[in-house]
């Protein structure tokens, strides 16, 4: 896995119907090291999305630099992978061709890229619904597999944008606890990014809070893993992080 690295990112665009100039980010810079997994909070407009969008090469800077690993970002690439908040997944393929289709497009011979679809399926204990189609699954097993079919194509990094939001609380707290289980056992370089500060915080080793485009903090979360909501969600020092944090976003 590789590092992301963000130096005095912006980004400003025309609004026709205000008809003038918009600034959705005015100077970011921020440093996701190898392996490390780095959750994103902040109100809605700060510019979370937009930022994700830009590093996956979606949308281009306006100013600043977007690198992997030392190379340059300059627009979309398998070096980056995306999980979305919809499932984004293809209807009239099945669960394994839906996790083997990056390999496939890497020019993989089907036996191999079965081979690791099965590989990550089994990593996210979806082995038995590999023949199934996605209308076949509840929305938290769609959720796990878009994720490990992001997993599959192995990306540098790993970009999540609120990939949880349309699933119920239980179902939620499950998937949390299967990423932090897959991050561990793979360690990708993941930004994730969330309006849930209790998420943010579950899932990561920093949680870095944006404001009116740009970063206002970067907060440490040095609580020991595996992590799971039975033994955090009383833990002391898990309600003084998410306290810190959710402070820090009101402050904006």
């Known amino acids: 896995m590789k590092s992301l690295t963000i130096r005095n990112l912006a980004k400003t665009y025309f609004d026709p119907f205000a008809g003038s ?7 970011i810079s921020l440093t996701v090291d190898a392996g490390d997994f780095v959750s994103v909070v902040g109100p809605s407009g700060c ?52 996790v083997a289709f990056g390999p496939k497009m890497r020019g993989m011979p089907k036996a191999r890229r079965h081979e690791i679809a099965r590989e990550y399926l089994a990593l996210a204990g979806l082995s038995h619904a590999a023949e199934r189609y996605p209308n076949e699954l509840s929305g938290g097993m769609q959720q796990r597999v878009g994720v490990v079919r992001a997993l599959a194509n192995e990306p540098d990094v790993l970009l999540m944008d609120e990939p949880f939001a349309s699933v119920d609380a239980q179902t939620r707290m499950t998937l949390q606890e299967e990423l932090t289980r897959i991050w561990q056992d793979r360690r990708p370089t ?63």
Do not use: Y
């Open 21 to 27: 100039q918009v600034t959705a980010i005015r100077d």
């Open 47 to 98: 510019g979370k999305t937009t930022m994700l969008n830009m590093i996956a090469g979606f949308l281009p800077a306006t100013g600043g630099q977007i690198q992997v690993d030392g190379r340059a970002v300059s627009g979309p690439g398998p070096d980056r992978g995306v999980v979305f908040q919809s499932f984004a997944l293809f209807p009239w393929r099945t669960v394994l061709d839906n």
């Open 190 to 252: 993941v930004l994730f990014i969330t309006h849930d500060v209790a998420e943010a915080v579950f899932l990561a080793n920093r949680v870095v809070v944006l404001s009116k485009g740009t970063v206002l903090s970067d907060v440490p979360v040095p609580l020991a893993r595996p992590r799971a909501w039975s033994s955090l969600i009383e833990d002391d020092h898990f309600k003084a992080l998410s306290a810190q944090v959710l402070q820090l976003v009101r402050s904006t």
